[in-house]
Structures are given as C-alpha cells and as structure tokens.
C-alpha cells in the first residue's frame, strides 16, 4: 500500500484521521478550533492536514453549519497605528478561536463603508466591527436586518455595543495641561471628515476647556483638513504666519504632531521653550522622537481585544458587556512646557 498522500484536491477528512491516527471526530473538532483536544492530537491532525495539503471546503462547512466563520471589519484607514494595532490584536484573538478577519478600508466615507460592509455579508460573514458610532442611515437598518453580532470601537455608544473611550474628557485632559503650563494662545490640528465623531468630540472637550479658563479658541487656528505628516507641517506653518501664532499646538494624533514638530524646527523653534505640542494615542515612536511627545495613551491593543471579545461571546450565546468604557492616560514628555514670556 502506498504511503504516497494523495491529491490536495481529493484529500478528505477521513484521510487526515488516519494519517494522523486519530477519529474524524477529533479532525473536525480541531479544524473548527474547539479548546477541549488534546495537545498532542491537535499537533497530529495538523501535521497531518499540512502532509497532505488538505484544504477546508468552506463552502460545505457554512452549509453544515451555518457559519463560515469569518468575522468582518471596516475600518476608516490602515496608514496609521491608531487602527493597525487593534486589528492586529483583534484577528490574533479570534483567530484562536477559528475564525479568519475579512478585512475592509472606508477611507473616512460612509456611503464606501456601507458598501464594503455589503460586500462582507455576501461572503457570509457572522460578525462586524466598525469604528465610530456616525455611519450612513442605512448602514444600521442593514446591520439589523441581518441580525448578525456587531461591535463598534474608539467611540462609545449607548444604544449599541461598543468599546471606546470618553473623547471629550480626554481631549479637555490635555488642554488643561497645556493651561497649567501657563498656555493662552492654542492652536489645534486635526482633520476631520463628516463620519469621524471621534475628532468632533475632541475638539468640543478642547472648546469647552478653554472655555472654563476664559479663553476662545480662535476659528484661524483651528486647521481641521491635515491626515499626513506634510499635511501638519503645512498647518503649522500656516498657525505660526497667521495673526495669532499660538504657543501651544493641539494634534489630532502622534502622526500630526511629528509633522508640526518637523515644521517648527524649521522656522528655527525651540520645543519645548519655544513651542509645546501634544499628540494623541501614543504611538510606539512617540517615545523616542528628538523630542517625545506629550499625548494621550490608548491602549489600542485593548480595543481590539475586548470588540473580539464581545463579537465571540455573543456568536457562543454567552454573557458580553455591551458597553467597555476605557481610560486614556495623559502622558507628559518633553515636548510641552511652561509658556513663553
């Protein structure tokens, strides 16, 4: 008898048992990531699947089972770690319990984010995650009428399950620190396209901040239109040519304030004597920039977890929390300081 594998187009699951001397039971329980197999059987029936180049008919398994286990995710852009890090805990976390991620990006566009999402359910997908909590009016009527497990992240929402944190809080945080430092003339840099709530808040908390020290902030240093680091050193220029050059810098995220970093120091500022300026999520660099930066810490990598999390429990009709509120933490680096005279 040979002991030759056969053709990966003709390899079934009673091949992978005997291969890896095991029942077919045991295969299948292993390839839909069941925890209850032992160690050493699981290692057999995946050596064994690996030898003999079996491939998984997820079409016949969706069928079986009702589930392709795939869980979707649009996110608004993948250029930054503010999402690439959550998705990466996110797919580590369900990925152990067998599912793959079916990834899309919406580029800041509610009518494209509803449309990648109709692409996602015509591959089956049994669960979503989202970002924010403003989407197209359809989306939501097309999420429950699905009546699929849906999660959305960054923002906290009420009426939907969600994972995020407070923005308003958070950004009056950081103003208040600034104000602390003796700050009266801000400026604040961000971009923020109709669907990214998120940044709205911000710059309310920002707002309302000031606003409690007696102090507007002006509508010229308000720059919202900034998404690249080119894009912050041009707004910085532009904040230190117009009529009230501010001595503290607000940004969006840490992507920004490296730009307005890299802009102030070619016109010859000094940060922090000359110049403070914060960034947002603190991002793996922000630490070990010429000047690290002052931001607000979120732990993406929790977001991602916990929106797994709950998507998992839900699709094994267990308990979840439908709202995680999480803290960000202000972290003071070198690039804010006292006001100038």
Do not use: W
Not at 36 to 65: D, K, M, P
Not at 195 to 221: C, K, Y
Not at 253 to 272: C, I, Q, S
């Amino acid at each position: 008898m040979s002991d030759k594998p056969a053709l990966p187009g003709r390899v079934s699951l009673e091949d992978v048992a005997k291969r890896a001397g095991v029942s077919t039971a045991t295969v299948s329980r292993v390839l839909n990531g069941s925890a209850s197999v032992r160690q050493s059987r699981r290692e057999a029936v995946e050596r064994a699947c690996e030898e003999l180049g079996y491939v998984i008919n997820r079409a016949a398994r969706t069928l079986a089972s009702r589930r392709s286990m795939t869980i979707g995710a649009v996110v608004p852009t993948l250029a930054t770690e503010t999402f690439s890090r959550p998705l990466a805990a996110f797919q580590q976390q369900i990925h152990q319990s067998g599912y793959t991620l079916l990834l899309a990006n919406s580029d800041f566009d509610p009518q494209t984010e509803l449309q990648e999402v109709n692409k996602l359910v015509e591959y089956g997908i049994d669960a979503l995650m989202l970002v924010g909590n403003s989407h197209h009016p359809r989306l939501r009527e097309r999420i429950n009428q699905l009546d699929i497990p849906c999660v959305q992240t960054f923002s906290v929402d009420r009426q939907h399950p969600s994972v995020g944190y407070d923005n308003e809080h958070a950004a009056g945080e950081l103003t208040r620190h600034l104000l602390a430092l003796g700050h009266q003339r801000f400026g604040v840099i961000v971009g923020t396209p109709p669907s990214n709530d998120r940044v709205f808040d911000r710059i309310t908390g920002t707002r309302e901040a000031l606003a409690a020290a007696g102090i507007a902030l002006a509508e010229v240093n308000l720059i919202d239109n900034a998404f690249t680091m080119n894009d912050a050193r041009q707004a910085m220029f532009r904040l230190l040519d117009g009529p009230e050059p501010p001595t503290a810098v607000i940004c969006g995220n840490d992507l920004l304030a490296f730009g307005a970093l890299r802009g102030a120091g070619e016109r010859y500022l000094r940060v922090p004597n000359d110049i403070s300026i914060t960034g947002f999520n603190d991002y793996e660099y922000a630490e070990h920039l010429e000047h690290p930066l002052t931001t607000m810490r979120v732990e993406l990598d929790e977001i991602g977890r916990c929106a797994a999390d709950y998507l998992l429990a839900t699709l094994n009709g267990q308990p979840a929390t439908r709202q995680t509120l999480l803290t960000p933490r202000l972290i003071v680096r070198s690039s804010t300081g006292t006001a100038p005279r």
